[in-house]
């Protein structure tokens, strides 16, 4: 009778020795580093923007870390939050009442990610294509349905519902939703059968269909979570700045997408986790954040923003690089 | 004039580790110019380590190479070829879109006025190395839709071009058919009688005993021995491998043969097969023969679901079985070991833990969750049943070796408990010692009660494991032989049959 390790790596190395841990490290260093170091930074006022601010970015990239986990990719979802403003503009404006409005603003956006699904399932297109395409075309439709006006007119109770606190404290109240979408998301990815498949799609797709994961569902069931979760950014999106317009969140699929990255998640898909992006997504509020309150431009945010991200998708190889030629070296040395 | 031009390549001692894995302890091949030698080793032994070293893809820590009598160290496939040293793989890589004289030429156009490529000299070439070669393919097809073993021939000729001095070939055979590896052999043998050092490395004794003119043994990274092959037999060569004595390579148990669990009728798939009928019972291997390419993987995936079919049924245990529904036809007991392990068997990047329990994630979870606690209780007990050699549960499938990756999916699927384990190739790619290993099992499992659908390309492997042998050709069933009809005569001649004489 053979046994068997758990692990070849002791548990602490296992616990702290990975990519989402370093990025929780960076996040606190760069948060302890503020508060030190940037006025105003460690003012209460400053985390509530800073969460309001990123709550879309948070919600989408839930979704969108399962999608790049299978080794696909959705660039409509910025697209699918104006999408669901406006229509949840027009339909207020026009009578229907609020709660009603909200919901056929989630179905639609359901919706628009279902037909991602089926055009890349179905139809058997690549994603990138794919939601290159949608990005247009439901942008195009929001803007067509609004032109370049805006739906203002918001009861003030709901509105004040985007921006309201828990208790006394400055913690905004949409914390609790992203709180919960984060454990079920985490669930569903890490303790569920249905996220087993989905790390066995983005490794080896064919090797998941022998073992019984239906690829094409999967896949579909991701897409729609992903309309549906952009959908829900999109109510909340208008009702925070209090306005349905056709161009919403322009760019937003970006800096999601981006977020993702930089928490971990591979782009070839199979590797990446929950609370790794979540720190990514922190990550990359805090440094805006505290470079706009130290006085830099927004170009110096870009930049920076795009040199971590590439950084970041630098790192891995470039760790495994120095470990092969120290190995080397004690090698040499050993002779 | 076989080994009388003095050794072409040497490696003396030669040294390699990967971490704290050692991969090569103290391997040593000395192959003569103009020969042919044979490389042999389980699985793990350390000759594809040994290849990558001599191709410049690897470095060695420590130990001699010496290319003919020069000391030399290769920092990179380039260097290694510019040398004089080509490596054939099992599964070479063209470029498809492009003509066979341009994949010969790839990087080396000749040029002509201007650096104009010179089409009609690369062409004149082309066909002067086909002619040497004694093979007949048109230079100006496209790659792609060649067969493997044409690949593999371009690939040869690419190296005469290189004036390559050593060849490799690292199992060139494992996907070839019976002609397809006559003419492999007879390339070889041209290759050696121009003055070539030939290395083959091949799990097939017959093929090793038939074409080389010495062989060396090489067991747990170590070199083990080297004689002319007429002074050795299969029986010495398998004793040395394993350094341990094999009984009965293919230890069949009689086992008591119950009701019908697989009955397939009339399955058909346009283009693939047509018409054809099966049964497995219980307690009952039947091996699936035929050519490669007759449908035997076509017909185990359309049962198994994962291709559709246009016609006929699948029943277990006299239930229908959906079509295309692979997760039904696993509930109701159909279990697919696939031929291409690598990619349809497991997940490489994945550890042994997920791998073996990808299969019954669904009836380990609890009310729709599943912790990594539940899936290493269930995958360390199997593995240690089949006995898979890794040290931690979190080692990842694609460092194993062959014969533990066959390992690790058998454990995959018979944690499923199914009613009938339909495996395709079991053996294939896998060292003597897992081999004998995983007949054993089948064996066991047979006794068992467990319904066994063996498909196989190796003749012994068919005739001592069955107790009834299926054969298809070109789609459709040729022949059904008992135990005692099936011989190598019977089960070829159907196997080669083309339907026309049965229509």
């Known amino acids: 009778m053979n046994t068997y390790a758990d692990s070849a790596r002791p548990l602490l190395m296992r616990l702290f020795v990975n990519r989402d841990a370093a990025v929780l490290l960076l996040l ?17 006022i400053t985390l509530y923007f800073l969460l309001l601010d990123l709550t879309p970015i948070l919600l989408i990239a839930l979704p969108m870390t399962l999608v790049i986990i299978t080794g696909e990719i959705d660039l409509s979802v910025a697209s699918t939050v104006a ?93 609790i939703p992203i709180v919960v979408l984060s454990v079920l998301f985490a669930i569903l990815l890490h303790f569920t059968t249905f996220g087993r498949g989905v790390y066995a799609i983005g490794l080896s797709k064919e090797a998941a269909r022998f073992s019984g994961v239906n690829v094409d569902r999967t896949k579909v069931v991701l897409f729609t979570l992903s309309g549906l979760v952009s959908a829900l950014a999109g109510i909340y999106f208008t009702l925070r700045y209090g306005s349905a317009r056709g161009d919403n969140a322009t760019g937003l699929e970006l800096q999601v997408i981006a977020a993702v990255l930089l928490g971990g998640v591979s782009i070839f898909g199979g590797k990446g986790a929950i609370p790794g992006v ?31 991200l590439i950084a970041s998708v630098v790192a891995p190889s470039l760790l495994g690089w120095i470990g092969a030629t120290r190995q080397r070296k004690v090698k040499s040395s050993r002779k | ?128 190395l086909f002619e040497q070669l004694g093979v007949q393919i048109d230079p100006d097809r496209p790659a792609e839709g060649l067969s493997i073993a044409d690949q593999q021939i371009i690939e040869i000729a690419k190296a005469i071009s290189l004036q390559a001095r050593v060849l490799i070939m690292d199992e060139p055979t494992a996907a070839l058919s019976g002609n397809e590896v006559e003419r492999l052999m007879t390339v070889a043998r041209t290759l050696r009688d121009s003055g070539c050092a030939v290395v083959f490395i091949s799990h097939r004794f017959d093929e090793v005993f038939e074409l080389c003119d010495t062989i060396t043994v090489m067991r747990d990274g170590s070199y083990v021995s080297t004689d002319p092959v007429d002074q050795v037999d299969v029986d010495d060569v398998v004793r040395r491998l394993v350094g341990r004595e094999v009984g009965d390579l293919y230890p069949k148990q009689p086992s008591e043969i119950g009701d019908v669990v697989l009955e397939v009728k009339g399955l058909t798939s346009l283009g693939l097969f047509s018409d054809v009928d099966l049964t497995v019972r ?32 699948v029943h277990v245990d006299g239930r229908p079985v959906p079509a295309r529904n692979p997760v039904k036809a696993m509930e109701m007991g159909i279990a697919l070991v696939p031929e291409d392990r690598r990619r349809h068997g497991l997940v490489l990047e994945e550890d042994i833990s997920r791998n073996i329990t990808s299969a019954t994630r669904r009836s380990l979870s609890h009310g729709g969750l599943i912790w990594s606690a539940l899936e290493r209780r269930s995958a360390r007990q199997w593995a240690s049943r089949l006995e898979v050699k890794a040290s931690a549960l979190d080692t990842l499938g694609g460092t194993l070796s062959g014969g533990n990756q066959q390992k690790v999916v058998l454990a995959k699927w018979l944690s499923t408990e199914p009613r009938v384990l339909i495996i395709d190739e079991p053996t294939r790619g896998i060292d003597v010692g897992t081999k004998s290993e995983v007949h054993r099992l089948l064996s066991t499992l047979a006794q068992e009660g467990l319904g066994i659908l063996m498909i196989s390309s190796e003749l012994p492997e068919v005739l001592g494991m069955a107790d009834r042998v299926v054969v298809l050709s070109e789609g459709h069933v040729t022949a059904e032989l008992g135990r005692d009809e099936a011989t190598p005569e019977a089960v070829m001649h159907a196997a080669t049959s083309s339907q026309r004489e049965h229509a």
Do not use: C
Not at chain 1, 28 to 44: C, G, I, Q, R, T
Not at chain 2, 47 to 67: A, C
């Open chain 1, 28 to 44: 606190a260093v760069v948060v302890l580093y503020s508060m030190a170091a940037v006025p105003f930074f460690s003012n209460d």
């Open chain 1, 83 to 175: 999408l669901s403003s406006v229509l949840f503009g027009v339909l207020h404006r026009d009578g229907v009442p609020i709660l009603l409005a909200a919901v056929l603003a989630l179905l639609t956006g359901a919706l628009a990610g279902a037909f991602n699904g089926f055009l890349v399932t179905k139809v058997g297109l690549p994603s990138l294509a794919v939601t290159i395409g949608t990005l247009a075309l439901y942008r195009g439709i929001a803007v067509g349905l609004l032109g370049t006006t805006a739906i203002t007119e918001w009861p003030e109770g709901w509105t004040d519902l985007a921006k309201a606190k828990i208790g006394e404290s400055m913690v905004p109240l949409v914390l």
């Open chain 1, 278 to 308: 979540l720190g990514g997504v922190l990550l990359i509020g805090v440094i805006a954040s505290a470079l706009r309150l130290a006085d830099y431009s927004a170009n110096v945010i870009q930049i920076l923003t795009g040199v971590l």
């Open chain 2, 1 to 128: 004039m076989t080994g009388t031009d003095g050794p072409a390549l040497v490696l003396r001692d030669v040294a390699k580790s990967f971490g704290s894995v050692v991969a090569l302890r103290a391997a040593t091949l000395a192959v003569d110019a103009g020969s042919i030698h044979a490389l042999v080793g389980e699985n793990g032994a350390g000759k594809s380590t040994l290849v990558k070293i001599i191709s410049g893809l690897h470095r060695r820590d420590g130990g001699e190479f010496l290319l003919e009598g020069r000391s030399v160290d290769f920092r990179s496939t380039a260097e290694s070829k510019a040398a004089g040293i080509a490596v054939i793989y099992q599964e070479p890589t063209l470029f498809p879109d492009l003509s066979v004289t341009e994949n010969i030429f790839m990087g080396r156009q000749p040029t002509g006025r201007w650096g104009r490529i010179d089409r009609r000299a690369m062409n004149t070439e082309a066909h002067a």
């Open chain 2, 282 to 313: 219980s307690g009952e291997i039947v091996g699936l023969a035929g050519l490669v390419g007759a449908g035997r993987s076509e017909v185990a995936q359309a049962i198994f679901g994962v291709d559709s079919y246009n016609a006929g049924t």
